[in-house]
């Protein structure tokens, strides 16, 4: 392997560690709050100990997630250092705003984990967890504008191989802006109801069943359903979004090669790369022109429109599915849940469904995973779509195989640091403990 390919490598095994403390770190703090509301609201001690509880375990997941963000910016500079003299300059601002949301975040952090029962009115205590959220989200915003920024670079002039008349805002919201961060947002919110969903599910499923994990489930299901609505919409004006902007990109995403109307939509199948015949595929007359321009008869541009040296790979068709049907299974499953919850004479607590929401918390994160990916190999060739290729960004340094490893061992351990202090944590005192510990106090 090349020091390209070495450093392909290690940006992805950086961003695939990193992306899931990114996303808990931006989720969790919406259902804290949520919680805590609740629980204020209804002088409920179950959502009480649900903020509480669900504090503790994200105040880790952050510790992590700043380790590995930190890798991501040293990688920035190390492996694609004249990606960064070419557009440092314009990326410089969403980066900065984006430590900046990340200090806020912690300092507001700090205050309310060590300020529970401190306020005579506890919503003051509630109150300390919005600018929470704001950080954590805007964090997400701005990192996300630099990605949109590579999609779809706007706010310079290029003279003489060098971008000049630069403006930052510009580039920030670029094209990609308001679909890409709605859709980061709104699945980052999304896979953390079902994570927080599948903890509770997992205790119930091993015999603790109770209020408390059946509260945890019923809020987390009520916000997943609505939220899963809300990504599935978002992703069809994302859709949209590619079909004007990176036709190549959508097009590699559903193997369409020749521009045309009335265009099916192929789910799965093989492609010969050589006749480039799509066979064993679910075939939908007319549903990628409906998806790209709401209408059965647009027309959908055809990577055969492009040379094919600017072609992404075509393994995306795969994960491209991959992570829309992980998303209607997410959707189905909240849905089912809910709808079981209304009819009083079945039981909506049953193992199937807790098995099924059980599920569902790796299977947000592998969505969050494969599309990811899909995002940034579908930009391929393009570092810097239209003006700098990922082969002229990289760094020639030959020792890049040995930081591939070093980082490597780094992720395995913190992975595993992370999850054993998770387990300690919680194991040692279940909610149930908890709860019966503060009746005697109260």
Not at 396 to 420: K, M, R
Request: glycine residues 8%; contains cysteine.
């Amino acid at each position: 392997m090349n020091s390209l390919e070495w450093s392909r490598g290690l940006t992805e095994m950086t961003l695939a560690f990193h992306i899931v403390f990114a996303t808990v770190g931006v989720g969790i703090p919406i259902f804290i709050s949520l919680a805590e509301w609740i629980g204020i609201r209804k002088k409920d001690p179950h959502y009480l100990l649900m903020a509480r509880r669900w504090t503790r375990g994200f105040i880790i997941t952050v510790a992590v997630g700043v380790v590995t963000g930190t890798c991501i910016g040293l990688q920035l500079s190390l492996l694609w250092p004249a990606f960064m003299r070419f557009a440092g300059n314009v990326i410089s601002l969403p980066l900065f705003l984006e430590t900046f949301a990340f200090f806020f975040e912690a300092i507001f952090l700090g205050i309310y984990m060590y300020t529970w029962n401190r306020f005579s009115n506890p919503y003051l205590h509630w109150l300390l967890t919005i600018p929470i959220i704001i950080g954590s989200s805007a964090s997400a915003l701005f990192i996300t504008m630099v990605n949109a920024f590579m999609n779809t670079p706007q706010g310079f002039t290029l003279q003489n191989g060098q971008l000049t008349h630069l403006d930052p805002l510009s580039a920030m919201f670029n094209p990609a802006t308001p679909s890409k961060v709605a859709h980061v947002l709104s699945s980052a919110y999304l896979t953390a109801a079902f994570l927080l969903a599948m903890i509770a599910a997992f205790s119930m499923l091993r015999g603790r069943e109770n209020d408390y994990y059946k509260k945890s489930i019923r809020l987390n299901m009520i916000a997943g359903v609505i939220l899963a609505a809300a990504t599935i919409w978002i992703g069809d004006l994302s859709a949209i979004f590619l079909a004007e902007e990176q036709p190549e990109k959508l097009a590699a995403a559903e193997w369409h090669f020749d521009t045309g109307n009335r265009v099916p939509l192929f789910i799965g199948g093989r492609l010969n790369p050589d006749t480039l015949e799509i066979t064993g595929a679910l075939k939908i007359p007319s549903a990628l022109s409906l998806l790209a321009k709401h209408n059965p008869n647009g027309t959908v541009i055809g990577l055969n429109d492009f040379p094919k040296e600017e072609w992404p790979p075509l393994y995306v068709h795969y994960l491209f599915d991959g992570m829309v049907g992980l998303g209607f299974y997410l959707f189905g499953t909240s849905l089912l849940f809910i709808f079981m919850t209304r009819i009083k004479r079945w039981n909506a607590y049953n193992r199937w469904i807790i098995g099924a929401i059980l599920a569902g918390g790796p299977f947000s994160m592998l969505a969050i995973e494969l599309g990811w990916f899909y995002a940034e190999v579908g930009r391929q060739p393009w570092i810097l779509r239209g003006y700098m290729r990922v082969s002229e960004a990289a760094t020639t340094n030959p020792d890049v195989g040995i930081t591939f490893w070093l980082f490597a061992a780094l992720y395995l351990l913190l992975g595993l640091v992370s999850l054993l202090v998770l387990i300690r944590l919680f194991r040692k005192k279940p909610a149930e403990m908890e709860l019966e510990e503060r009746r005697i106090i109260l």
